[in-house]
């Protein structure tokens, strides 16, 4: 857990909210300031479409995504909703997830480099939203309980089906509806 992460948040703050799309810093900071303290509520403000932005900042520990430039009511309506323990998410990022869920938790469908559709596990997803987040194999490996060779085979096997030629590349990718 970075000190810095959680300077910036007094422990009397019970919601956080980003507006803007989140980088890869920021999905850090809130990955482990959700980590370490899970009563913390996160609101996103980002882009919706394609969902993949969503459900990565929903991986990394947000409550609630709204689209980018939401009216400061709708924002108001949503931290309200947070602080009453409600999930916050608008349709077009729920359906994904509840299509997801749905299939079983199989894994999810993303957007290859040529545009066509492919299938990650669920564990090949944990690993690409940790690389969304700027981790180290060494820090993949210690999150989930795994060794550094698994997770380097984790990432071949993603960059193989998102047609990407090395980790940056994985960064670009967008999930497509399942």
Not at 76 to 100: D, I, W
């Amino acid at each position: 857990m970075h000190d810095a992460a959680l300077a910036g948040f007094d422990p009397a703050t019970a919601v956080v909210v980003i507006d803007e799309a989140p980088t890869p810093a920021t999905l850090r900071v809130v990955a482990d300031a959700t980590q370490a303290r899970p009563e913390l509520a996160v609101l996103v403000a980002g882009p919706v479409a394609p969902p993949f932005e969503a459900l990565v900042a929903l991986a990394s520990g947000a409550l609630g995504y709204l689209p980018l430039g939401s009216d400061p009511g709708v924002v108001a309506a949503a931290v309200e909703e947070l602080l009453a323990g409600e999930p916050v998410l608008p349709r077009c990022v729920a359906s994904p997830l509840v299509q997801h869920l749905r299939w079983s938790g199989r894994g999810i469908v993303v957007e290859r480099c040529d545009g066509r559709a492919t299938e990650l596990t669920n564990r090949e997803w944990e690993v690409l939203v940790q690389l969304r987040q700027a981790r180290s194999t060494s820090e993949i490996a210690r999150r989930l309980v795994v060794s550094n060779g698994t997770v380097r085979t984790h990432v071949s096997a993603v960059m193989r089906k998102l047609g990407a030629t090395d980790r940056a590349a994985l960064a670009a990718r967008r999930a497509v509806p399942l």
